[in-house]
């Protein structure tokens, strides 16, 4: 039996399928980036260098330790932040620096280790697929 419709209950009819659909790869894509942020988060933690001299002030494992992600949904929009609590100078440890003694002097650099540039490319690599995929 052929139903014959109103073009107006095409229109709602097909308004309501593109709502539920974009619901369901927005839910999708959010889903995806939390499981990114977490697996980058875990990839820092295990690639992160420990420190390795003596001194009461730095602990063991604490730059390894103190990786986070912080997630916000507001609006229809994700932001995903990862940082590491311990704070300090990243950028230092990634990209290597200077080494100075106590009087300005020179004594040698610090190689680069770098540990945050190869967990944003794999979590590149992993949103590009998640991309892909919806």
């Not at 209950?9 to 499981?35: I, K, P, S, W, Y």
């Not at 494992?61 to 940082?83: A, M």
């Amino acid at each position: 039996m052929n139903e014959i419709i109103t073009p107006d209950e095409f229109v709602e009819a097909l308004a309501e399928a593109t709502r539920t659909m974009t619901e369901e790869v927005v839910e999708e894509m959010e889903n995806g980036l939390v499981d990114i942020a977490n697996n980058a988060v875990e990839e820092l933690k295990h690639l992160s260098p420990v420190y390795k001299g003596s001194s009461k002030k730095l602990k063991k494992g604490d730059y390894r330790k103190k990786w986070k992600c912080i997630i916000e949904k507001e609006r229809g929009v994700t932001r995903v932040t990862i940082y590491n609590a311990k704070g300090g100078l990243t950028h230092l440890l990634e990209n290597g620096h200077v080494v100075k003694n106590g009087t300005k002097r020179v004594v040698g650099n610090a190689d680069p280790i770098p540990h945050i540039s190869i967990v944003n490319e794999h979590a590149e690599k992993e949103l590009d697929k998640l991309m892909e995929g919806l």
